[in-house]
């Protein structure tokens, strides 16, 4: 059963910084992109960043460029989102996901559809 599980989310003030991980269980994504989305309440979930599965690849959203780094440790089965200088309007709920197919490169993820795997989620709430 594939798990993907999430955790670093909290309370931050504006300015500040958080780390998220994921880790994924019983699903080998050493050759899988793997990507970060967020949901703000009321608002349609959004693509925050991804990166391929060599790690060599980056892709970020440009409200968050700049300020977020994505990143994987295979090894570990884990991947990171390091946010800094966060702003209120970063607050939602981030979510970890993998694509569906080995070696995905380039525009397709930036799309939901091209992830198969979810975690449930971490809420990330900026404010002072």
């Known amino acids: 059963q594939v798990q993907l599980v999430e955790s670093g989310g909290g309370l931050v003030q504006p300015g500040g910084s958080l780390r998220l991980s994921c880790t994924v269980s019983g699903f080998t994504m050493d050759y899988h992109a793997m990507g970060w989305f967020r949901q703000a309440p009321g608002k349609e979930r959004e693509f925050v960043a991804a990166?391929?599965?060599?790690?060599?690849?980056?892709y970020y959203a440009d409200s968050v460029k700049g300020r977020f780094t994505i990143s994987r440790d295979n090894a570990k089965s884990t991947v990171y989102l390091q946010m800094n200088s966060l702003k209120p309007e970063d607050t939602a709920v981030y979510y970890c996901a993998a694509s569906g197919t080995r070696f995905s490169i380039g525009a397709r993820l930036f799309r939901s559809a091209e992830y198969a795997d979810w975690g449930q989620g971490t809420q990330v709430t900026v404010s002072s």
């Open positions: 990166v391929v599965w060599s790690g060599i690849n980056t």
